[in-house]
């Protein structure tokens, strides 16, 4: 009974993402940002809006990786079809918790000529609609294939440790623990196939009544500076663009990548 409950929810939450597969952000947030040693890490992977969206179950084949990284190493995150949260997991050393996920890809068809134009403002990509022009793309109808790569950081016991690269195609790098600083920002770094990345929007978001979201770019070596402006959670992202051609008719390529975390 269990395992057909989760499988039921697993299916309705298919229609909620098909809902807001448009939506801009994918990431993951935990329940609680610091559990103790042995307790249960749970994380919710989310998908929607400004912090506000649709929780995602555990689905195997919605993502190419899922994984874990503590003072232990890595692990595969393991759970149940239809899972929700999707991450639970008990914290088996102390220290910084790294969990990752990259998603299988998907596509999507744009509509019209002004939701691809909104998308490409919101998200500051430079030259994608020249290039769009150049390549005598169609205003509307054609596709764009798009990966999440999302990065959460959570304290197991203890806030020791600092954030590490686990190879996905983009990702941001907290140059400092979020959770232990004392300065009023934090040094990022974006990296696309293992190698710094500049000119690339950081949107940032956090949560709290009255908070407002901001953009930063990346330098020539790939960093930024994030204000932390008070207390709470926090959700960076970023989102890279390709030029291809593939048979299911995608001309673009997105690569989405995010780092949440929560500043004490």
Not at 242 to 255: D, F, I, P, R, T
Request: aromatic letters at 10%; proline letters at 4%.
């Amino acid at each position: 009974m269990k395992i057909l409950q989760k499988l039921l929810l697993g299916l309705v939450a298919v229609v909620i993402s098909s809902i807001s597969i448009q939506a801009h952000e994918f990431w993951m947030e935990p329940e609680k940002a610091s559990v103790e040693v042995g307790d249960t890490l749970k994380i919710k992977i989310k998908v929607g809006q400004h912090l506000k969206g649709n929780q995602q179950p555990y689905i195997a084949s919605w993502f190419e990786e899922f994984q874990i990284l503590d003072a232990e190493g890595v692990r595969p995150v393991k759970g149940m079809q239809g899972d929700m949260p999707a991450f639970a997991m008990k914290v088996r050393t102390p220290g910084l918790q790294i969990v990752n996920y990259i998603s299988s890809t998907d596509n999507m068809r744009y509509r019209s000529k002004e939701q691809f134009e909104r998308f490409i403002k919101y998200e500051g990509l430079k030259g994608v609609l020249e290039r769009h022009k150049e390549r005598g793309l169609p205003e509307l109808g054609f596709r764009e294939d798009y990966v999440r790569c999302a990065k959460a950081l959570a304290i197991g016991g203890t806030a020791d440790g600092e954030d590490r690269l686990v190879g996905m195609p983009l990702e941001l790098l907290a140059e400092e623990n979020p959770y232990v600083t004392q300065k009023s920002s934090l040094p990022v770094r974006l990296f696309w196939q293992g190698e710094p990345i500049s000119d690339i929007q950081i949107r940032i978001f956090q949560a709290g009544e009255g908070a407002e979201e901001s953009t930063v770019r990346t330098d020539a070596e790939g960093r930024a500076q994030i204000p932390l402006t008070s207390s709470g959670f926090y959700l960076l992202n970023a989102v890279h663009m390709l030029e291809v051609e593939q048979k299911n008719g995608a001309v673009w390529k997105s690569y989405w990548g995010s780092l949440s975390f929560t500043y004490q």
